[in-house]
């Protein structure tokens, strides 16, 4: 099974645009790229920063494959010298970041990235998958905590969008506010209790009232949730 490096979680337009640099002999030049988003869903003017720890160790992920991985998606002899540079590639430059838990408001940077041209460019892909749904799901989760008095439990497990998204969305909920998740490896990384319901599926017996009757009762408690 292929370990996933969040920093390759790219699209391959970034890559061709990368060599377009390289071959104009700009590659090397230090650009500037800013993180922010326009508007905020509903109407409303803020939102909750998350995912940005995730995308620090994502940066330093960067030029961790050797040569044969890059010949996958740039195959060819016009991407040879495109491929070695590659492969000894490293993140040089500085980003800058807001911390998580904060807010953020439209047209602010979230995270600023200052580096040579081709690293900041194949970087922006994954840095807007990471922070567009961690940031998604803390700025609701932020609504939903601030709506209630009442402790309120993240259980988004089942419905989210795999196995990531399920372990850094419980993750964005709780910074948000969130008491507690569903999700056990949220509660293990993150330092926050592990909840649960009574399973639908699963019934209390009772007692029979009434002698020598064989019928059972079945009792389904759960306590108040709030889904996100």
């Not at 970034?14 to 071959?23: A, F, I, P, V």
């Not at 905020?40 to 992920?61: D, F, K, Q, R, Y």
């Not at 995270?111 to 922070?131: D, S």
């Not at 490896?185 to 909840?195: K, M, Q, R």
Request: a positive charge.
């Amino acid at each position: 099974m292929n370990v996933i490096n969040n920093a390759y979680v790219s699209d391959k337009y970034q890559y061709t645009m990368g060599k377009s640099y390289l071959d104009c002999g700009k590659h090397e030049e230090i650009a500037t790229f800013n993180l922010f988003y326009r508007k905020a869903p509903e109407n409303n003017n803020w939102a909750v920063v998350s995912g940005t720890e995730e995308v620090i160790e994502m940066v330093l992920a960067l030029g961790s494959e050797p040569e044969s991985f890059y010949e996958k998606f740039l195959p060819g002899e016009e991407y040879r010298e495109f491929r070695k540079y590659l492969s000894t590639m490293r993140f040089t430059g500085d980003v800058y970041a807001m911390r998580e838990g904060e807010i953020v408001f439209p047209n602010q940077p979230v995270v600023t990235v200052v580096a040579p041209l081709v690293q900041a460019q194949v970087l922006e892909t994954p840095m807007l998958c990471i922070l567009n749904h961690q940031m998604a799901v803390a700025t609701k989760a932020s609504r939903v905590c601030r709506a209630t008095n009442r402790p309120v439990s993240e259980f988004g497990s089942r419905r989210a969008h795999g196995p990531w998204a399920a372990v850094y969305g419980g993750k964005a909920a709780q910074i948000a506010g969130c008491a507690s998740s569903s999700n056990i490896l949220t509660g293990a990384f993150n330092g926050v209790p592990s909840t649960g319901l009574w399973h639908t599926a699963s019934s209390l017996p009772t007692v029979p009232p009434w002698k020598g009757s064989t019928k059972r009762s079945a009792i389904i408690s759960a306590p108040t949730r709030v889904r996100i």
